[in-house]
Structures are given as C-alpha cells and as structure tokens.
C-alpha cells in the first residue's frame, strides 16, 4: 500500500489542490451506463406504464454534495443525509411528495422541483409522531396523520407545527385519513370497529360511522387503506375479505370487487388505493407485491410492478398515491417518445428503492393510454370468449 503526502505552504495549498481534485474527479467519472427502460406490459405488447425511478434518500432528490469539501476547506460541512426507513402511506400534493415513515415516527416531505427532502417540523414534544401510517391535507394545507400508535389524528399547519389531535377517546385504530371540506373521515382498522368514522374537522367531535359489516356480510372487512375519487365516493381495501368496496359518503355500498387468492384479478393483501382523473382504480397487493388497475367498474386493465431485485420490481408495496402534477418534470425521466398521462408513486417496506415511481403513458402516435388499456382488455376478452366456444 502507498501513501502519497502533499507538503505545500498555506498560500499555495489551494493553487495546486484545485487542479489536482479538478484532474482526479474527471479521471474517475466514467460514462453513465444507459439503462434500458423498463416497461409494462413487457414486449411485443405496446408499453402503458414506464418505471422511471426511485426515491430513498435525500440525495436521490438533492444530489450529492461535494466530497472534497473536508480537503479543501478542513472541516466537515457536508449536510448529513436523511433516509427513509420503513415508509407506508404516502400523499402527493400541489407537487409535494409526503411519506409517512412507519419505522421512525416520522413525515418525510419531498419537493422534487425546489430539490428539497425535509423531515416534519413539528415532529417533537405533543406533537411527536408514533406510528404515522397515512397523511392527509385539507384546502389551507393543514396536515392530518393518522397514528396507529397514538390511535388520533395529529394535525399540523402549512408551515409543519404541531397544532392538536383528536380521536383518541373513541379507542381506534387509524390507519388512514381524508378530509373532504369541514369533515374528516377516518378509517378504523380496531378489531370491535372495522369502521369509517366522520369527524368535524374543526372541533374533532365525532359525528357518524359508516361501512360497518352488514347482518348480510356486506361491509368493512379489516380495511388498511381508503381513498376518495373526484366524485366523492369513498374506496376501502379490506384484508380480511380481500374486497375493494366503494361506498357514497352516506356508507351505501355501490360496487364491490375482488377475492382473495394469489393470481391476478383477486389480492393476497390488498393494501393502498388510489383513483385517477379517468376514474381507473390502482389497487397495491403486499402479498403480491404488484399493483392492479382497474376500471370504474371492477375491470382488471393490467398490473405492474412484480417483485424482485431488478429495477421497476417493488419490495412489500404498502401505499399509492397517482397524480399529475410535475408531469414536466418527470416526463425527462421517460423513454424517448413515451408521453406520460399521470405518475404513480409507491411506497416499498423493503429493498433499495422506498418509493419507487412509475409514468402512465404511450408512445408518441399511439392512441391513448386509456384507448390502449381499453382494447387491449376487450381483445383479451374476445379470445376468452373464443377458447370457451
């Protein structure tokens, strides 16, 4: 082994430094590898969703920092680097990205655009998270967490501060949340409960339930996750019937689709959900580990995301959020002339990426993505239909 010394004056250290790092650093950086897109469904098909990249860490959105710092200047000045652990929900909004940390107690709060990668500031004393399992915001930005844990509902200001909580006097167990105008739905996994509760947004006080199981089976079921489409119904995951029930805000079941089982169509542990502005539902499996799409209706359209170690596969996927927001932004990330419809985010509780992001889209010509997926189920159909004959 050889150790190389540099004895320099003071005045002259920095006069031959800077060459020298300039010199090493592009002697060490090679050419980028190109990395071949990832796409579903997989060839010959024409591909409807792109992976585009990965999220774990904040240098994953900030870069990374100067690691010549400590020679040049002699001390160490270099931001310490902020992690996700173990994410479960996760909410996309005006941009933003929130990820509940389920493994710290934490909020990370993500702005691709601005390079930022933040942790909740009001994350301390009365306001300390627990088990924060999903995040949600209403019109003054406020934010709503629900904390298994601390079984209430933490809210915080736009600006991250601790503001109150509510809900631990009915002994439930959150694990997710919404706000639509001065309500707050909540849904409550508590074994006696199986429920969404309805809170006065302002006062906390509890106002109804709703989606309890019915005298004739029908309702909730070990629900994990709910969300509201565009229209204002209500969708629940439920891991003990393997159902995705969508309810109006009254508690009325409208539809109801999905078993449990291991092959597509049914779920082993259906777990976050989301709808898109073409009112398609993405269903995550944990068990799985895949997302389906469906249509408003029920309709399997295609899934993605299988598990294992390459890049696009997802590692116990937990939660989804689907949005369009910075489609400029992310569009670079996409294969050429793959034009992206909407972006998906999903949080993973295991492997190198703790969310992994996908782009809904088709490749420049092509019909649309929704026309793609639509006959591409219909020609699938047809040749059941045909095999059955």
Do not use: W
């Amino acid at each position: 082994m050889f150790k190389f010394f540099l004895l320099v004056s003071r005045n002259s250290c920095k006069s031959i430094l800077i060459p020298l790092l300039l010199f090493v650093a592009s002697g060490c950086a090679g050419p980028a590898a190109k990395l071949e897109p990832v796409f579903f469904p997989p060839q010959p098909n024409p591909p409807r969703i792109q992976y585009l990249t990965g999220i774990s860490k904040s240098t994953d959105i900030e870069g990374k920092k100067n690691t010549f710092s400590l020679i040049l200047t002699g001390r160490a000045d270099i931001d310490e680097q902020k992690s996700i652990i173990k994410p479960y929900g996760i909410m996309t909004r005006k941009g933003k990205i929130y990820v509940c940390d389920i493994g710290v107690g934490n909020v990370v709060i993500i702005d691709p655009i601005k390079k930022s990668f933040e942790y909740l500031k009001g994350n301390t004393n009365v306001g300390k998270l627990k088990k924060p399992a999903n995040i949600a915001a209403d019109a003054d930005e406020n934010l709503y967490v629900a904390d298994v844990a601390r079984k209430e509902i933490v809210v915080y200001n736009s600006a991250g501060n601790f503001i109150r909580a509510f809900g631990k006097e009915t002994d439930m167990k959150p694990t997710d949340v919404a706000v639509d105008g001065d309500l707050v739905y909540v849904l409550d996994l508590q074994k006696k409960n199986n429920e969404i509760k309805i809170f006065d947004r302002k006062s906390g006080e509890l106002k109804q339930s709703i989606g309890k199981m019915a005298a004739n089976g029908e309702g909730l079921d070990m629900p994990t996750n709910f969300t509201f489409d565009n229209n204002g119904f209500l969708y629940a995951t439920n891991s003990g019937s393997g159902k995705v029930i969508k309810f109006d805000k009254d508690g009325h079941i409208l539809l109801s689709f999905g078993e449990l089982g291991d092959v597509i169509g049914k779920f082993s542990r259906p777990k976050g959900i989301a709808v898109d502005h073409e009112n398609r539902i993405y269903v995550v499996d944990g068990g799985n580990q895949n997302v389906q799409v469906f249509s408003e209706k029920g309709r399997l359209l295609i899934f993605f995301g299988d598990p294992g170690l390459l890049r696009g596969s997802l590692n116990l996927p937990v939660s989804i959020s689907v949005t369009r927001d910075n489609l400029e932004y992310y569009q670079k990330l996409a294969a050429p002339g793959f034009i992206l419809e909407a972006v998906m985010l999903i949080t993973n509780q295991y492997g190198a990426e703790k969310i992994s992001i996908y782009g809904l889209g088709q490749m420049q010509g092509a019909e649309s993505g929704a026309e793609q997926i639509k006959a591409a189920t219909e020609k699938k159909a047809d040749s059941a239909e045909t095999i059955n004959k």
